[in-house]
């Protein structure tokens, strides 16, 4: 499915950047900035082919390995990791906006393709979209930003049910994904400017 693919590249492309603007934010060496990149930009993929009963792609296919590099590689040279305040800066916003929305999309489709209900298809895009981002807190000592950000992962689920939705009336196609991924970014970006967030207990 061409628009799986293309989602693919451009969640790893995105992320893969704000995984190294993370990374350097927190002074790690080279191979941490590495291991942080193709922890947010692949492992979310990885999770969500494991349960999907796939062989990962990453684990059979040489381009998100490229892209990740090839991503680190542009934010060196163009000095990126010298932004102060790096995660409030709009590449870094827009990078993970867009990687958010793109993964959620290929978690939701490898959903559908593999058959699962409602419930899976939510779960599969959540784990694609912010698997990679757990691990990468995780491994960092910090608090996953899908628990305390800005809809992030309430973005995530809206995605996957509108998707299940458009392909119980198999409207699921290039115009109407990238419809999708429009609106999704809108709402995430708009949500992270105006800082909305679910109710949170006093």
């Given at each position: 499915m061409i628009g799986l693919e293309i989602a693919d590249?451009?969640?790893?492309?995105?992320?893969?950047?704000?995984?190294?603007?993370?990374?350097?934010?927190?002074?790690?060496?080279?191979?941490?900035i590495f291991i942080a990149s193709f922890l947010t930009a692949l492992g979310g993929g990885i999770l969500r082919d494991t349960v999907a009963n796939r062989v990962p792609f990453v684990f059979s296919h040489h381009i998100p390995t490229l892209l990740v590099i090839l991503v680190i590689l542009v934010a060196i040279i163009f000095k990126l990791y010298k932004k102060s305040?790096?995660?409030?800066?709009?590449?870094?916003?827009?990078?993970?906006?867009?990687?958010?929305?793109?993964?959620?999309?290929?978690?939701?489709?490898v959903g559908l393709m593999v058959d699962f209900n409602i419930f899976g298809v939510i779960m599969l895009a959540l784990a694609t979209a912010v698997g990679g981002g757990i691990m990468r807190d995780t491994l960092l000592n910090r608090v996953p930003v899908v628990l305390t950000s800005e809809l992030y992962g309430t973005v995530?689920?809206?995605?996957?049910?509108?998707?299940?939705?458009?392909?119980?009336?198999?409207?699921?196609?290039?115009?109407?994904?990238?419809?999708?991924?429009?609106?999704?970014?809108?709402?995430?970006?708009?949500?992270?400017?105006?800082?909305?967030?679910?109710p949170k207990l006093d």
């Open positions: 590249i451009v969640g790893t492309i995105a992320f893969g950047l704000s995984g190294f603007m993370v990374a350097t934010r927190d002074r790690l060496d080279l191979l941490g305040e790096i995660e409030n800066t709009k590449i870094f916003v827009i990078s993970d906006s867009i990687g958010l929305i793109s993964f959620s999309i290929t978690g939701s489709l995530s689920i809206l995605i996957a049910i509108i998707i299940f939705v458009l392909d119980y009336f198999e409207q699921v196609n290039s115009i109407s994904l990238l419809l999708v991924f429009c609106f999704g970014l809108t709402l995430r970006l708009v949500a992270y400017y105006k800082r909305w967030h679910l």
